[in-house]
């Protein structure tokens, strides 16, 4: 794409201003027994990326199924922009929809498979031909677009999956796993891609996805759900550092389970010897468990230590070291790399956490 090609596009489409807004309301849907939406109540702004983000079968694809009209609810209703969609073929929903698996039509080339749905809609060889062309510069396949399908790379397919669906210039974008059958480097070459077209266009996108990593790094926010229902939907950073469930704080990212005691003088719990403040409710009843990230843990060499260094994994910076505690409890501490050393295998060791608020839950076993 040329320079006055984009910003051209980035001026039309200019982040927040010409995505539609997308609202569910109460949708249950049910598959004989199963229950794959339970009430759920989701919306998304205008020019945002909302990522969908969960275990299998709790109920992310059945919902943006719904947005796209390929399923109905049992009870609940989608509108776009205020407008009641719930009852509207999917044909006429202006939604652009992407697969996990591509979807391309094998016997179309590239430029064929972009342009499917003008032609489909009654547009001419030429404006099939011209938009085509634009939405592969677009995505960086230009020079691809007499390839069929099986002469292209997966990460290539994909892209023009995506510019396939950008062609009928979509309301909303809806991404279903779009990148979990692609390898490690492409994948990540390809969600900042999508990122970077996605606000460029300004489009309300709403991308699926059960990898937490995926949607911290793309989304503006993130609902977590659990069983057909929403547990939480936050900012990433937010998400991270104040998960308003156990089920959201083991699921993004790593947690540590600590056996924690009730201590009087408030919401308050001790851990590790230290008193500290309870973010969110505390159990009623029940043992409980503090829940810590692995960055909020300080691990020291101590002779007279009572925890002992069991595992340690290089990441770079940092080394994440585990170390168990005399109960038997392991937690993990992330040291940087090159304090690491002091803390070999067998070692003793002391820990201790920071006095901030820690979420807690009861204990599961």
């Known amino acids: 794409m040329t320079a006055t090609t984009a910003a051209a596009q980035a001026a039309a489409h200019a982040p927040g201003t010409g995505g539609a807004t997308v609202e569910l309301r109460g949708l249950r849907r049910t598959f004989g027994s199963t229950v794959a939406l339970d009430g759920l ?14 275990p299998s079968g709790c109920g992310k694809t059945t919902a943006l199924r719904m947005v796209a009209g390929f399923e109905h609810p049992d009870a609940g209703d989608v509108l776009v922009d205020g407008e009641d969609i719930t009852g509207v073929p999917a044909h006429r929903r202006g939604a652009g929809m992407v697969f996990q698996s591509y979807s391309l039509f094998p016997h179309l080339t590239a430029a064929g498979n972009v342009a499917f749905g ?20 677009l995505v960086g396949l230009a020079d691809l677009a007499g390839r069929y399908p099986h002469q292209l790379s997966g990460g290539q397919q994909q892209r023009v999956a995506l510019a396939r669906a950008l ?21 990540l070459a390809l969600r900042e891609e999508i990122r970077r077209l996605q606000l460029d266009l300004g489009i309300t996108t709403l991308f699926v996805t059960h990898d937490q990593e ?4 793309m989304a503006d926010r993130v609902a977590v759900l659990r069983a057909g229902r929403l547990e939480q939907v936050a900012s990433p950073a937010e998400l991270y550092a104040r998960p308003a469930t156990a089920f959201v704080a083991e699921f993004v990212g790593t947690m540590s389970r600590i056996p924690a005691a009730r201590a009087g003088g408030g919401p308050q719990v001790e851990v590790l010897g230290a008193r500290l403040p309870v973010q969110g409710e505390l159990p009623s009843d029940g043992e409980l468990d503090a829940l810590v990230r692995p960055e909020a843990v300080r691990v020291t060499a101590d002779p007279r230590g009572a925890a002992l ?16 505690l005399p109960d038997g409890t392991e937690v993990k501490a992330d040291v940087p790399t090159e304090r690491a050393a002091a803390l070999p295998l067998g070692s003793p060791a002391a820990l201790t956490l920071p006095e901030r608020p820690v979420l807690v839950d009861r204990r599961t076993a």
């Open 118 to 137: 003008l032609r489909m809609r009654g547009a001419g060889k030429a404006e099939q031909r011209g938009r085509a062309g634009e939405l592969l510069d």
């Open 41 to 54: 109540d989701l919306s998304a702004g205008p020019g945002e990326l909302l990522a969908l983000l969960g």
């Open 167 to 187: 062609a009928l210039e979509p309301r909303v974008l809806l991404l279903d796993e779009p990148l979990s059958a692609l390898d490690a480097k492409v994948r």
């Open 309 to 324: 260094v069991v595992a340690a994994s290089f990441l770079g910076a940092v080394t994440r070291v585990t170390v168990r």
């Open 214 to 217: 995926e949607a911290l790094s």
